[in-house]
């Protein structure tokens, strides 16, 4: 019994890890540059698609790749922020006017990455075998890469949240996201700093999809899924609260994890309840105000 | 009273939309059946795309459960097709969308801007994965098979919706709810306070726009035979009449029309030469529109039209 609510409780954080990782991407995205960015997934499918191909042909250590990718991806989101979505924020009326116009752009993106990414990568479904080994723990059996990936997960998420609370970029970052004028007029690069958000939300996103890749399959369409569970998490720990995204991401995890386990196919059914359930309650979120 | 009103304003207008109807409505009797199979895809996003900017065009709610109303209608065939004659599985289909939308929409009654945005995609979602549990562990079936109907049979009650569908979009925009429908848009407190039932109001426009949605479903199911629910609730079906509105024109009345009619045109040219890259050309056109065209097609014409004519602006 205790065994089986460990094997539970384990396989919960394992999956909430990565949930709180893309989930704080998406956060940063929707929080402080306010794009409701539903091409989010499409970020974490192009980390996990360049990890396999460097893995695959090359023979890059996925550890390595996050090095890589994340760059890579940082660098497309914030050229994509200083092309696309700076002039629609320029061009919008109001913030509300640029939520909704900067959401449509964002399904414009989702079609031509996915696209792009099936012209490369095929649409079929891959996925390659690295540190696949059992490990033992208190009772319980876990690939290693799996371990692996909650481990990363949660460092890297800690030394992002460190960054915006004791950097000066992540003071500017902060401002930006309670008021854009303010901040603005106090001497933030306000432009910049919101581009800089958008990259960094992207740069998360990699991460998460090489992780992803390491103990999951993919294939260019497995984006959608990743934006969905994302936005159930933000909406869980409250909009634009990044500690709030991190516990979020672990619950939505725990809650996953329960629910496969009594019954499998529901898992993604109960994730749905939960968030039309908290959208009706506490539209705030666990931890918003 | 209004369409009298509105015939001796403007005659002309009315007899070239009578025109158009019976062109359309006698096409089957001499046009290839190509053009009728055409014209059925296209008049199916016509009549999802001016449903869902009937709420939320003046609104501003943006909605993304147009695939949900669809596939309840698209499942009622499936489900209703072998037992009922076709214009009573039509009915329930649009009757099912109907209800759905009236339960959603007092759910969410409380819910603005991005939040009904999230719950509209998540209700989609929700139906796709349950539907999809229900059918492999209770019902034990992966697909359904919906009887075939004639495709002239198929077109004309797809003409007969949207020209119902016109209808209630005119008089409705004509109408003192159209104008309450504007205002609850342009500032929803204000609105209240000048006595607009603003819940009221908005859950049954989104309930009646589900309900054209909903009967548009049933009958197409008829034309796809295999339904199961990856192809009833199929996200694109949200996506399109956002992005077809949207490049027609969203505060045009003939907006959405003709957004719809070219990217359906679109769509099918596309799919059938560029097969593996019509997805992606989609992508491109929705972001250009996005960035270029913020009045869509039909305020882009009159921009240009003005310039050339010096006329003022044609409200349509």
Redesign the interface.
């Known amino acids: 019994m205790i065994v089986t609510i460990l094997d539970v409780v384990i396989a919960g954080l394992l999956m909430g890890g990565i949930y709180a990782l893309i989930a704080m991407g998406l956060s940063l995205q ?1 929080g402080v540059a306010r794009v ?1 960015n539903i091409a989010h997934g499409e970020f974490i499918m192009i980390g996990a698609f360049i990890t396999w191909s460097l893995y695959t042909i090359v023979g890059i250590n996925p550890l390595v790749s996050l090095a890589i990718c994340g760059p890579i991806v940082f660098i497309i989101g914030f050229i994509l922020y200083r092309t ?1 979505f700076t ?2 924020r320029d ?1 919008s009326a109001s913030p ?1 006017a640029f ?3 900067s ?3 964002c ?6 990455i ?3 990414a ?2 490369i990568w095929g649409a079929d479904i891959k996925g390659y075998s690295y540190l696949a080994f059992p490990v033992n723990f208190a009772g319980t059996v876990f690939a290693a890469n799996r371990l692996l990936t909650l481990v990363f997960a949660l460092f890297i998420g800690s030394v992002f949240y460190l960054f915006l609370a004791r950097t000066r970029l992540g003071k500017g970052i902060r401002a930006a996201a309670q008021d854009p004028a303010a901040a603005g007029l106090m001497g933030v690069n306000i432009k910049q700093v919101l581009a800089l958000c958008f990259g960094f939300g992207a740069l998360m996103a990699g991460f998460g999809g090489t992780l992803i890749s390491m103990s999951y399959n993919i294939q260019p369409t497995m984006g ?1 899924e990743y934006t ?1 569970i994302a ?2 998490v933000i ?1 869980l720990g409250g ?1 634009g609260s990044i500690p709030g995204s991190f516990i979020g991401g672990l619950l939505l995890g725990l809650v996953g994890s329960i629910v496969t386990h009594i019954e499998p ?2 898992s ?2 109960a994730y ?2 939960i ?2 359930l908290l ?2 309650a506490k ?1 705030t979120g666990i931890l918003g105000k | 009273m209004d369409i009298i009103k509105a015939v001796s304003k403007k005659p002309f207008e009315l007899g070239f939309l009578l025109f158009i109807l019976i062109v359309l409505a006698t096409l089957p009797l001499y046009a290839p059946e190509y053009a009728v199979v055409l014209l059925t895809s296209i008049l199916m996003y016509i009549i999802i795309t001016v449903s869902w900017t009937m709420f939320s065009g003046p609104t ?1 709610y ?1 909605s993304l459960a147009p695939a949900a109303f669809f596939g309840i209608g698209v499942y009622t065939s499936a489900l209703l097709a072998l037992v009922l004659p076709l214009p009573v599985v039509i009915g329930i289909g649009g009757l099912a969308g109907f209800c759905l939308a009236l339960l959603v929409g007092a ?2 009654l ?2 603005r ?3 009904f ?3 509209t ?3 989609v ?2 139906l796709l ?2 539907i ?2 229900w059918e ?2 209770i019902s034990g079936t992966t697909g359904r098979v919906v009887p075939t109907v004639a495709n002239a049979t198929v077109y004309y009650i797809l003409l007969i919706i949207f020209s119902l569908l016109m209808l209630t979009t005119y008089l409705l925009r004509n109408s003192k709810f159209g104008i309450a429908l504007q205002s609850i848009g342009e500032f929803e407190e204000a609105a209240a306070h000048r006595g607009i039932n603003v819940n009221v109001l908005k859950t049954i426009i989104f309930a009646i726009s589900a309900l054209f949605m909903g009967a548009a479903g049933a009958i197409m199911a008829t034309r796809w035979t295999y339904i199961d629910p990856k192809i009833a609730f199929n ?1 694109l079906i949200s ?1 399109m009449p ?2 077809m509105a ?1 490049f027609g024109g969203i505060r045009y009345l003939y907006g959405p029309v003709i957004g719809a009619a070219f990217f359906a045109y679109v769509e099918e040219f596309l799919i059938t030469r560029f097969p ?2 019509y ?2 050309i ?6 250009v529109a ?2 270029y065209m ?1 009045d869509g097609l039909v305020g882009l014409i009159q921009k240009l039209w003005k310039r050339t004519s010096g006329e003022t602006d044609a409200v349509t």
């Open positions: 929707y409701l696309i002039r629609l061009a509300a939520e909704g116009s959401m449509l752009a399904f414009g993106l989702l079609f031509i996915q696209n792009v099936i012209l959608l969905v936005f159930i909406v909009l196919g529901l993604l059914v749905y309840i968030f039309m959208l009706l539209p | 501003g943006i759910l969410t409380r819910l801007g991005i939040y945005v999230m719950f995609f998540g209700l979602e929700l994965h349950f999809l549990w492999v562990n996200p996506f956002v992005l949207i593996y890259h997805m992606l989609f992508g491109v056109i929705m972001l996005i960035l913020p």
